[in-house]
């Protein structure tokens, strides 16, 4: 394997991060008041940290991961990090708490190292290649659909239409059913089941508030909204698996009930289960607040805007792909992924023990004025002519973790704009960019990308 993370017992350690030794500098603030602070506004958090220790920095923050932070800004540190043998770093067993009440125990999200591995070369299958043509159609048709019901005048947020197209795209790809009967009935249980309750998310977060709180019974609400949708997934699993047109069937079910793992295995009904849920939740808000955010920056620069029509009238891709990545950069919907460490490493200078959790700090990557200058400006023009950097550009993390949707993602993105822009005239719906708002590990417009469409 190469790279240059070392196992400590090839490399002895020059420099300890907890124990003796000069630690990874940092904040020496009391882990509550850090996590306080993160919490309110991880953007903020990080950039400070950055500005007064550097590109490695450690940190205190209670619920995420291990808590015995290092985040790290370097993109060459970083590649090391994604280039580790994953034996040594674990992402899944962090995510377990607060992905495995839904996402299920085989979630792709809660796996580590080898079944991570394994179950991985079963899902990339679907999400690229040729695949991925098949999926446009419905991308096109879905944003058709929506646009013809948005108001004319009056302002609503952007984010709940792009979170409905998001929706049925994602779910028409994962199952291939069409509008009616279970498919309304599924696309209910899992909206009601997602639907962001401080409650839930607290519940999710941490598992003494898994219960109903007095006359509040949003907990046992969620759970039968979890159970609803379970009972409509077995019912679709087991139908399909009696289908005679498997092979020729292109949605990601179908695809996955043919997969076969080395060892000759296929997958049982509740491994299916749970990563088709994986793809549900991890495929729609992630990517309806990227065409959210790309909005709300074009808005805000209407040359930009003015351009990118004038290019999609002309059937031009390549200045709407800069838009995407720029939007990205600037406003990644995730600031920063995870790994930890099941092995003390090397990391630029120091020794890092066993049970740290290393963050590739995704927002400080991004707004490094070396490889972006004047980085906090959305200028498409960057990225004209310039593919992104594999460790310069992380809006999907990297590795062997990195998104098995990204190209989707993008795919979507893509589409979704052509169609929107050639058929509305949009304006922001408020004077003032909007702000970012923290909404679990996501990045949001404050107010939903407020807009009003013109005649
Ligand atoms: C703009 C949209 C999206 C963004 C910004 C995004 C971002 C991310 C990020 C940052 C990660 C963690 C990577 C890491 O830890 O290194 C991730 C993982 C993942 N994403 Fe996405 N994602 C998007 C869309 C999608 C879509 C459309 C799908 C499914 C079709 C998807 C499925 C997944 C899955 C299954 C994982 C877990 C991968 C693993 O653990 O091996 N994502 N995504």
């Known amino acids: 394997m190469s790279t240059t993370i070392t196992p400590d017992a090839l490399t002895p350690p020059r420099l300890v991060v907890t124990t003796g030794g000069r630690p990874v500098p940092g904040s020496r603030a009391p882990g509550w008041l850090q ?101 446009a159609d419905v991308i096109a048709e879905e944003t058709d659909r929506s646009v013809a019901t948005w108001p004319i005048g009056k302002p609503f947020p952007m984010r709940r239409p792009m979170a409905d197209i998001t929706l049925d795209v994602i779910m028409r790809a994962v199952f291939g059913l069409e509008r009616g009967g279970r498919y309304d009935a599924l696309r209910q249980a899992l909206v009601d089941s997602t639907s962001g309750e401080t409650a839930i998310s607290l519940g999710l977060m941490v598992p003494a508030f898994r219960r109903d709180l007095g ?161 906090a400006e959305f200028r498409p023009e960057r990225f004209l002519g310039r593919s992104p950097g594999t460790y310069e550009w992380l809006p999907f993390g990297g590795g062997t973790r990195r998104c098995i949707g990204a190209s989707f993602a993008l795919m979507e993105m893509r589409v979704v704009l052509q169609r929107v822009l050639a058929q509305t005239m949009l304006e922001p719906a408020g004077k003032r960019p909007e702000k970012t708002r923290r909404r679990a590990f996501t990045l949001v417009p404050a107010r939903g990308a407020m807009t009003i469409r013109r005649r």
């Open 215 to 375: 006359p509040f019974r949003a907990w046992s609400e969620f759970e039968a909204a979890v159970a609803r949708t379970d009972a409509l997934l077995y019912a679709e699993i087991a139908d399909r698996r009696k289908a005679d047109d498997l092979e020729q069937r292109p949605d990601i079910l179908s695809m996955l009930i043919l997969a076969r793992r080395k060892n000759g295995t296929p997958m049982t009904d509740h491994e299916l289960r749970d990563e088709l849920v994986t793809l549900l939740l991890a495929g729609h808000e992630t990517t309806a607040t990227g065409l959210s955010w790309t909005m709300e920056l074009l808005y805000r620069h209407p040359a930009v805007l003015a351009k990118l029509r004038a290019s999609v009238a002309a059937g031009d891709e390549e200045y709407l792909d800069a838009v995407i990545h720029e939007a990205l950069r600037v406003r990644p919907v995730i600031p920063f992924v995870f790994r930890v460490l099941t092995r003390p490493i090397q990391l630029g200078g120091y020794a890092l023990d066993a049970g740290v959790t290393v963050v590739p700090a995704v927002h400080l990557v991004h707004r490094r004025e070396e490889l972006y200058p004047q980085s």
């Open 35 to 135: 996590t306080a602070d993160f919490l309110r506004s991880p953007t903020s958090f990080l950039e400070r940290n950055r500005r007064r220790y550097g590109d490695i920095f450690s940190a205190k923050l209670h619920g995420l991961a291990t808590g015995r932070m290092v985040m790290v800004a370097d993109p060459k540190l970083i590649e090391e990090v994604f280039k580790a043998d994953p034996y040594m770093l674990k992402a899944g067993e962090a995510a377990y708490t607060t992905i495995a009440p839904i996402g299920g125990p085989n979630s792709l999200l809660v796996l580590d190292a080898p079944e991570h591995l394994e179950d991985r070369r079963l899902l990339l299958p679907p999400l690229h290649g040729e695949r991925l043509r098949a999926y």
